[in-house]
């Protein structure tokens, strides 16, 4: 259906779920198997895509200045958050996305909860990335948190709707209900924000909120600024369900040569790499650029000092 909807080019990461691996009841890799063959044949044809490691069991890819780690954790192999670590570690891009399929029973609103890795929330969240996850058949989403075991909320950034990524900090995302049943809301209790738990959840959308399928689709470089993004909810209804911007604080690096209209200010920038840019209108006051190679930059309108 993907294929014949959006081209057999279009660019489709991914993950495997539990299904892929006990379609008959019983543990058996056969099935998703085939799926990663057809996923990595269509990879494959799609110029600028470059992939490491098992493809969605301990993998990670670029594209078009986006990163991502696709892993298994809970479901396939071992070493998962040793793994992202490293993957996160000295790297530049400015999006980095974390995604596997199982939740923690304290990452989600239902009864799915069945997954008590905290080393892979932990550390992509010390570096700096979006966590996307699955299986508790429902849609959520967190506030800013500089801590996920313990729920805790950012408290230099806490709007629901206006979040952050930086080393540090974070936001979780459950994104479950893509034409499989629905399950409702039994966490965090009331259905109506302000949530309860610890007030960590800006939007829940389960069968207790009359819930229909949908996505959650996110624009990056918004405005020409590599280090915005702005994402949605949308329904099969066309109903758009929740929506945020996120302003990213880590890396450096996309796929364009020149940083424009861009907020660092306050950024550590130690030892990164601007060399031969152009930047332009860019804020960079307070910004920590010890050791920062600015060798043959151009700035043209950039604040460098507060």
């Known amino acids: 259906m993907i294929s014949n909807v959006l081209g057999d080019d279009f660019p489709y990461f991914a993950t495997p779920g539990g299904h892929e691996f006990r379609p008959f009841g019983v543990h058996d890799d056969t099935k998703w198997d085939q799926y990663q063959r057809t996923l990595q044949d269509r990879l494959n044809k799609i110029p600028g895509v470059k992939c490491i490691g098992d493809l969605g069991i301990k993998s990670s890819c670029t594209y078009k200045g986006l990163f991502f780690t696709l892993s298994s954790p809970g479901l396939k192999g071992s070493g ?3 793994f992202i670590e490293n993957q996160l570690n000295n790297n ?3 999006w980095r996305i974390c995604t596997w399929e199982r939740t923690a029973d304290l990452m989600q609103v239902g009864i799915k909860g069945d997954f008590d890795n905290w080393e892979v929330y932990e550390n992509c969240k010390d570096g700096g990335a979006i966590i996307a996850t699955g299986h508790a058949h ?5 506030k800013t948190l500089t801590d996920i075991e313990n729920q805790i ?21 459950v994104s479950a209900i893509g034409g499989e049943s629905i399950n409702s809301q039994t966490r965090c209790l009331p259905t109506t924000y302000p949530y309860g738990c610890n007030e960590e959840w800006a939007s829940i959308y389960t069968a207790s909120q009359d819930a229909t399928s949908g996505a959650l689709f996110c624009t990056f470089n918004v405005d020409g600024q590599p ?8 329904n099969i209804d066309g109903r758009i369900i929740d929506e945020f911007t996120v302003t990213s604080f880590v890396g450096t690096s996309s796929d364009n ?14 030892g990164k790499d601007f060399s031969n840019r152009l930047i332009t209108h860019t804020n960079l006051s ?3 650029l010890i050791g920062a190679d600015l060798s043959n ?3 043209v309108g950039t604040t460098l000092t507060g």
Do not use: Q
């Open 286 to 288: 307070n910004s920590i």
């Open 297 to 299: 930059v151009v700035f």
């Open 80 to 82: 998962h958050g040793a």
């Open 257 to 270: 040569t020149s940083l424009a209209d861009v907020d660092m200010s306050g950024m550590d920038l130690t």
């Open 138 to 142: 429902s849609y959520s989403r967190t």
């Open 153 to 173: 909320v950012d408290t230099e950034w806490s709007e629901p709707n206006n979040l952050r990524v930086k080393e540090g900090a974070t936001f979780v995302f």
């Open 92 to 94: 530049d891009h400015i």
């Open 227 to 234: 280090n915005k993004a702005y994402c949605y909810f949308k």
